[in-house]
C-alpha cells in the first residue's frame, strides 16, 4: 500500500514503481512453472489466478517505471524477467537489448543473459510460422513467436550484441540456431565458424594444457560435423542465387573441413600427438579425404 500511494503521488517515480513489483512478485507463494520447462508460453490456467494477475500487475509497474529510468539496467533487467514470465518475449527481447547497451561496455559477455536468449530463440524455433508463410505471403501477425519474435531477434544480434559483445560461442551458436530456423544456411555455417573461432582457434591454451585440447577436439568434430551438415546447403543456398550481393564464400565444405583439422593438428602435433584421442582425429582425418 505504501508503494502504491507513491506512486499515486508521483507517477515519475521510478523507483517506487520497481518496488512496487517487487512486492507483487513476492505476494506469489507458490512457482508454477514447473523445473525443467523451458516453455515461454504462459500456461493458459495461469491467466486467471493470483500469480498470474500479481506477475502482469509487476509487468506493468515496471513497464511503467521504466519511462522514467531509461538507463536502469537493473530495471531493465527485472523487467526482461517479468516480460518473459508472463509471455511478452517481444518485450524481453527489447529489454535484453537495452541491458546489453548499457552494460557491454563495462562488462563485455556477461552482460548478455544468455538463457533468457537461448529461450527466446527456442520459442521461435517451436513455431510453425515459416512453413506457413511459405504457403501464405503474410506478415507476421505476433511479434511474441514465430516471424515476428524472429524478426526482433534477428536486429537484436545484428544492431546490438555482436558490434559489442563477439567473442562468446554460446552466442554465436545462439546465432546459429536462430538462422538455422530461417533456413539461412551460410549465415548459419558463418555464425558456427565463429563460435569455432572463439572455442578454438583464439584459446592459447591448446598447446599446453591437457584438457584444454580434448574439449578443443570435441569442438574440432562438432564444427567438422556443422561443415557435413551445413555445408551442401549453403553450396545450393549460394548457387541458386539466394544470397547475391554478398561476398562470395571461399572453397567447398569438404576443403574447409579438411584445412580446419589440418591447422588443429599441426597446431598441437608436438604437444599431444601421444594422446589417445590424437589416433580418433587421423581416423577422422582419413574419412575427410574421401569426401
Known sequence: DAFSRCVVLDEEDAESWNNLASVYL?????????EGDDDLRPDQSDRNDAVWNNKRLAFRALQQGLKNSYSNWRMWSNYMVVSVDVGELAEACRALGRV??????????????????????????????????????????????????YARLDDLFAQIILPRVADDSRIWKARAQLLTWRKRWGDALEAYNAAYRCDVVTNTQLEVDLESWKEAVVHVEEYIDVLRNFGPRAATEQSSGDDQGKKKRGGTWQFQARSVLRT?????????EDEPEWKHLEGVEEELKYL
Do not use: C, Q, W, Y
Open 26 to 34: 513476492r505476494l506469489n507463494s507458490r512457482n508454477h512453472r514447473r
Open 100 to 149: 546489453v547497451e548499457e552494460r557491454s561496455e563495462k562488462d563485455g559477455k556477461e552482460s548478455v543473459d544468455i538463457e533468457v536468449l537461448e529461450r527466446l530463440i527456442s520459442a521461435v524455433a517451436r513455431s510453425s510460422d515459416l512453413d506457413e508463410s511459405a504457403e501464405k505471403d503474410t506478415r507476421p501477425s505476433n511479434p511474441n513467436e514465430g516471424l515476428g519474435l
Open 264 to 272: 588443429f593438428m599441426g597446431r598441437t602435433r608436438d604437444a599431444f
